[in-house]
């Protein structure tokens, strides 16, 4: 990663929003949790374009997937997909897949 953390693949979830298809890429960054803050958002920011580029589209076209947005997220410990946890530290980023790579997505 470009920040020097280590991330692990938590878990890959697809689904449909409004008519688009999402693939939500969920990495364990123990690095950002708030007491270590030994990754701040600002320091993981070129995290996201990485796994965006380097692993998400990897990961689509070797299952023969299509998305129209791809979304990064970056958590300390495991939380469920839609659960709060006011004690985790999650920060998420959007991508449209284009043919030269990730572009961030505004949401």
């Known amino acids: 990663m470009p920040s020097g953390q280590p991330v692990t693949l938590s878990e890959v979830l697809v689904d449909e929003v409004g008519a688009e298809l999402w693939m939500r890429f969920r990495f364990l960054a123990p ?19 990485a796994l965006c580029d380097d692993f998400a589209l990897s990961y689509i076209a070797s299952f023969g997937f299509s998305a129209d947005v791809v979304v990064i997220s970056l958590m300390d410990r495991p939380v469920a997909f839609g659960a709060a946890d006011p004690e985790a530290t999650q920060f998420f980023e959007a991508f449209r897949p284009s043919p030269d790579g990730c572009v961030w997505e505004e949401l």
């Open 31 to 49: 690095d950002i949790a708030r007491d270590a803050a030994a990754v701040t958002y600002a320091d993981a920011e070129g995290d996201f374009q």
